[in-house]
């Protein structure tokens, strides 16, 4: 089973950023939190990874609380195009790791 | 673009036939990831490949099999299928290094309509 809760589904407006949100409160000290998305029909694409410290990259920039029990993936200003389904992953940082995915959020951007 | 190419895009096969989908990893990734995702679910892990060897799987019966080339090239094989079998089947490479890249970079994906 995922060890992560996402919301089913959420709404933003073009232009506004996108917080997404992830509850992971069972995660162990070797596991990161990835996030990946989904657009329609597609393979699912990388977002950006964490452990503790806060992250950013061009995509998107991860939020963890201190305790690593939640995190938020921001979008900075969200585009018809990021329009997805994003997961929230936890997993050991190993190269053999299976991806144990939930059903994630839902995003709708609104023009 | 993730450089890892999965062929044929779309097939539509009958209850069943045998089918056999194709995974290209991304170049100098040594490790291939099969994942079936069916309509409305996140990806489900089906088994995963290094070098030419199983390397773990998920709770898929044995009609699931899959090859690994020498070139880490993959090949997912599903025999009598079941109408159930109808998904998204997506690979994903990884590199396994001293330091390497542990993320996994997925294809495309192979939409299969089992009729």
């Known amino acids: 089973d995922a060890k992560t809760t996402q919301p089913t589904s959420m709404d933003c407006a073009e232009g506004r950023a996108a917080n997404l949100p992830c509850n992971h409160s069972?995660?162990?000290?070797?596991?990161?939190v990835y996030w990946y998305r989904q657009i329609h029909s597609q393979g699912p694409q990388y977002i950006i990874h964490?452990?503790?410290n806060n992250e950013t990259n061009e995509m998107a920039s991860l939020i963890i609380t201190e305790d690593r029990k939640s995190s938020t993936l921001i979008l900075p200003h969200a585009t018809l195009r990021d329009t997805a389904v994003y997961y929230c992953?936890?997993?050991?940082?190993?190269?053999?790791?299976?991806?144990?995915f939930g059903k994630g959020t839902r995003l709708h951007i609104l023009p | 673009e993730t450089g890892v190419t999965q062929s044929p895009t779309h097939l539509i096969k009958t209850r069943g036939q045998q089918v056999t989908l194709r995974c290209s990893s991304q170049?100098?990734?040594?490790?291939v990831s099969w994942y079936q995702q069916a309509l409305g679910q996140g990806p489900q892990f089906i088994f995963q490949?290094?070098?030419?060897?199983?390397?773990g799987r998920g709770n898929f019966p044995p009609r699931f099999s899959g090859l690994q080339f020498p070139n880490y090239s993959s090949e997912l094989n599903v025999n009598a299928l079941e109408l159930d079998d109808s998904a998204l089947y997506l690979c994903?490479?990884?590199?396994?290094?001293?330091?390497?890249?542990?993320?996994?970079?997925f294809g495309p994906g192979t939409r299969l309509l089992v009729l």
């Open positions: 170049s100098g990734h040594n490790t």
């Open positions: 964490g452990l503790k």
């Open positions: 994903a490479s990884s590199l396994e290094a001293a330091g390497g890249v542990e993320t996994q970079y």
């Open positions: 490949y290094y070098r030419e060897e199983e390397n």
């Open positions: 069972t995660i162990s000290g070797n596991e990161y």
């Open positions: 992953i936890v997993r050991v940082r190993r190269w053999d790791d299976k991806i144990i």
